[in-house]
Nanobody, 126 residues
Framework: QLQLVESGGGLVQPGGSLRLSCAVF????????IGWFRQAPGKEREGVSC???????NYADSVKGRFTISRDNGKNTVYLQMNSLKSEDTAIYYC????????????????????WGQGTQVTVSS
C-alpha cells in the first residue's frame, strides 16, 4: 500500500527554520514526482514546491529563496528546508506524489497528484 508520512512540523518563531520530511512507503521514489502543499485556515490549498524524478525543482513565488526541496531516493524521503519563516507560512503542510516516469518537470498543480500524506502542522508565531 502506497503511503506518505510527513514529519518535522512544529512551533517556531518568525525568522526561524524547520525541516519537513516526507517518508514514502510501498513504492520507491525513483520515478515519482513529489510536491509539498500547504493549507491555512480559511484559505485554498497552495502548491509550495515540487521536485521531479530527475531532480528539477519549482517553487511558489512566496517561498523562493527561503525554502529548498530535496530528495534522497536511497532513504525514500523528500525534504523541505524552510528558512526565514514568516507568520504567513503558518499552515498544515502536505506532501504528495504521482508517477512521473519520462516527465522532465514537476508541477505544483494539486490535481496531478494521486497519493497524499496526512499533513504536519507548522506554526510561526512569537
Amino acid at each position: 500500500q502506497l503511503q506518505l508520512v510527513e514529519s518535522g512540523g512544529g512551533l517556531v518563531q518568525p525568522g526561524g527554520s524547520l525541516r519537513l520530511s516526507c517518508a514514502v512507503f510501498g513504492f520507491t521514489l525513483d520515478y515519482y514526482s513529489i510536491g509539498w502543499f500547504r493549507q491555512a485556515p480559511g484559505k485554498e490549498r497552495e502548491g509550495v514546491s515540487c521536485i521531479s524524478s530527475g531532480g528539477n525543482t519549482n517553487y511558489a513565488d512566496s517561498v523562493k529563496g527561503r525554502f529548498t526541496i530535496s530528495r534522497d531516493n536511497g532513504k525514500n524521503t523528500v525534504y523541505l528546508q524552510m528558512n526565514s519563516l514568516k507568520s504567513e507560512d503558518t499552515a498544515i503542510y502536505y506532501c504528495a506524489a504521482f508517477w512521473a516516469y519520462g516527465r522532465r518537470w514537476c508541477t505544483r498543480a494539486s490535481n496531478e497528484y494521486d497519493y497524499w500524506g496526512q499533513g504536519t502542522q507548522v506554526t510561526v508565531s512569537s
